[in-house]
């Protein structure tokens, strides 16, 4: 069965260029790119990831009518992905997000994880200190925020966060428009 015009279709209509959808899926772009022209196909397992980072599932992948919208989520929902080395744990929350204008996370950082730096792009994040302390890096200037604090931030320069390297920290991020 050919799906490759599909999953062009849906990454396109997520606003995700081949090599933003392979970072999010841990695949290297020109894989994408060979699924989209039917040149190979991936496992159930690598489709289920793929199809999880293009907010859908294999059932309303090939499913012939649209199923009805989710509003509650749970824990069994949520996509998670791991990063050992930098010290997180990114979980999409609300797995479909990337199609919506706003995208919430709950990043778990080890003691002393940080994120991957990002660099500027357009939008808006915002985000809430569920447990331990952050320091949020915006270029070069560093701003503290612990448990029941906010941040908030147009990410117009390099920005990552750090957590405390005694407590770790968990954090709920929503980025609009998507960007995670």
């Not at 050919?2 to 899926?25: D, F, P, S, V, W």
């Not at 039917?38 to 499913?63: K, R, Y």
Request: aromatic share 8%; charged share 25%; glycine share 8%.
């Amino acid at each position: 069965m050919k799906i490759g015009n599909r999953l062009k279709e849906l990454r396109i209509q997520k606003g995700l260029t081949q090599e933003e959808l392979a970072g999010r899926c841990e695949l290297s772009k020109g894989f994408i790119s060979q699924l989209e022209r039917d040149l190979t196909s991936p496992s159930i397992a690598t489709l289920v990831d793929i199809l999880q980072c293009l907010g859908t599932d294999i059932q309303e992948f090939f499913a012939e009518s649209p199923k009805e919208e989710q509003i509650v989520f749970h824990d069994s929902d949520y996509f998670e992905k791991v990063d050992e080395e930098l010290g997180n744990t990114v979980e999409w929350i609300i797995p479909n997000a990337q199609k919506n204008i706003m995208e919430p996370i709950r990043l778990t950082l080890k003691p002393g994880g940080s994120t991957y730096p990002d660099n500027p792009h357009e939008g808006e994040e915002f985000g809430y200190v569920l447990s331990g302390s952050i320091t949020v890096v915006m270029g070069k200037k560093t701003i503290r925020a612990k448990k029941g604090e906010s941040f908030y931030f147009i990410p117009n320069t390099t920005h990552y966060i750090t957590a405390s390297p005694k407590t770790g920290a968990v954090i709920l991020w929503v980025s609009s428009p998507p960007s995670f």
